[in-house]
């Protein structure tokens, strides 16, 4: 099977891509099993969404952008770049939307990372280890991760998603650790300096800049590490069970924006100062908030999600609206032992099978691949919309956060 790739060169904006986007979604609609099946090596191997997309632009030359592409459109600021990622949008959009190359796109996105591999002997022997956005240490059967963009107010940035991965994945696989814990570190920050921040969300300078990349950021963030918190990891050799999952307690300090509440909205037990806020501003910026979409009406009701998603609306941790996304609220002075009586009672050995059997019901993979498969192309469209890139050019390259 051979694609006959576009005469010309595609340029973002222009009659000539869209003919050459017809012709990728026409054999994307028609192929893309046979397409995922030919790259896979008839699904007997697994390739992340980086890798994938990567051997499809050798096998299946004009249907995503080649690696010399790529490499020139990554060096350039976002204002400045084609669009090439849409073209991978268009793509991954109809391998999600497979149901067979998409379950196995999401399940094989669910291993753990050779680093985390790498690194898991020192953490099983030493119980700590610095990755240098995320360090991460045990204290007895708990695994306590700690977000440490501190100059930045732990904004996301493609290293923060390479950290939390990695994190992730040794939290998981760690057979001493039953619960989770994800805190952010005391800032560094001026405004901030000597609070804890959960999270300010995407990072906005580094968008402006080009540096928040389609592939290694907003899908491998929700493909990887935010669906093994919420999934778990994948173990191959156990009868059991095909994922090593735990639960997970999240302790938000100040406030959890963008990403940060995003990350909420998987957690097991959240618990909050009360001045905490949350938000979800990714609207106003002009791009899709991850998952946010498919989970925060599951917790809050369907008004109050709109106007979180569609407006911008901040929740405080004490107001009622706010209830669906906090299990506690307390006073600051009070944080570590509400932190440390979570973790106790999540510990109980029944806890994980019951989260288990609730996400089975929530959100099971079918559901969460079929949100994908639209995201995909979506976000990948969005990180170029006329709104984003005049918000890049005029208003972000001073921001750090959302």
Known sequence: MIFEAPPTVPVFGSSVSDEARHRRTDFMRA?????????????????????????????????????????????????????????????????????????????????????????????????????????????????HLTVHNEHCLNAETVAHVEDMETAVDIALLDPAVRVCVLRGAVMSHPKYAGRRVFSAGINLRELHAGRISYLGFLMRRELGYLSKIYRGVRVDGDWRTRVAEKPWVAAVDTFAIGGGMQLLLLFDYVIAEHDAFVSLPAAQEGIVPGAGNLRVARLTNGRVSRQVILSGRRLYAGEPDAAGIFDEVVDQAHMDDAVADAAARMAAPAVAPNRHMLHTSEEPLSLFREYMAEFALQQALRLYGADVLDKVNNGWRAKGAA
């Open 31 to 143: 192929h893309a099993r046979t397409v995922y099946a030919e790259l896979t090596d008839r699904f007997t191997t697994r390739l992340r969404i980086d890798e994938l997309v990567a051997a499809a632009a050798v096998r299946f030359p004009g249907l995503v952008p080649s690696a010399e592409e790529m490499a020139a459109e990554e060096a350039l600021p976002q204002q400045d770049k084609l669009g090439r990622e849409i073209d991978q949008g268009i793509f991954l959009h109809h391998v999600l939307a497979d149901e067979v190359a998409g379950t196995h796109l999401a399940e094989t996105m669910l291993a753990p990372t050779p680093r985390a591999l790498e690194l898991l002997p020192e953490f099983t022997g030493t119980g700590y280890v610095d990755l240098g956005v995320v360090r991460i240490r045990r204290e007895g059967d708990v695994a």
